[in-house]
């Protein structure tokens, strides 16, 4: 069963998962791109630096550098997902959806995609015995 996250718990729960997540794309032929990211959390009360840039950006985002190819992806604003794997074996994975965006805020920001946050689930941890056939 998934548990809901909201934009509100994901500042706690960055403390328990890490700031590094697989990030999810979908190029413009359909195919998937996974790529893992370094991510930085802005709520509106905080502000951090991703690579030396300041985060002074939309409350409730997620932002990150990943390559180009990813980067194509979005030329146009889109949905993705971030996946944060489960901090320990038989805890929860976090699932984050949200629409991706290149900023394009001049030289310091080149590169870095900004995720707005649509919501978010931590997922079931898988079967304990790999034979057992949990439902998917």
């Not at 194509?72 to 038989?90: A, K, W």
């Not at 870095?112 to 439902?135: C, I, Q, T």
């Amino acid at each position: 069963m998934s548990q809901l996250v909201t934009a509100d718990d994901v500042p706690a729960r960055l403390e328990e998962y890490g700031t590094s997540a697989f990030l999810v794309t979908v190029g413009g032929d359909g195919s998937p791109k996974v790529v893992h990211v370094a991510v930085l959390w802005t709520d509106g009360a905080f502000g951090g630096s991703l690579d030396g840039i300041s985060s002074q950006p939309a409350a409730g985002t997620f932002h990150c550098r990943p390559g180009g190819g990813t980067l194509r992806n979005l030329v146009q604003p889109g949905p993705v997902t971030l996946i944060f794997p489960p901090p320990e074996p038989g805890a929860y994975s976090m699932l984050i959806d949200g629409t991706g965006r290149v900023v394009d805020g001049g030289e310091d920001t080149a590169g870095v995609l900004e995720v707005s946050f649509g919501g978010g689930v931590l997922h079931r941890p898988v079967p304990v015995d790999p034979g057992d056939l949990a439902r998917c």
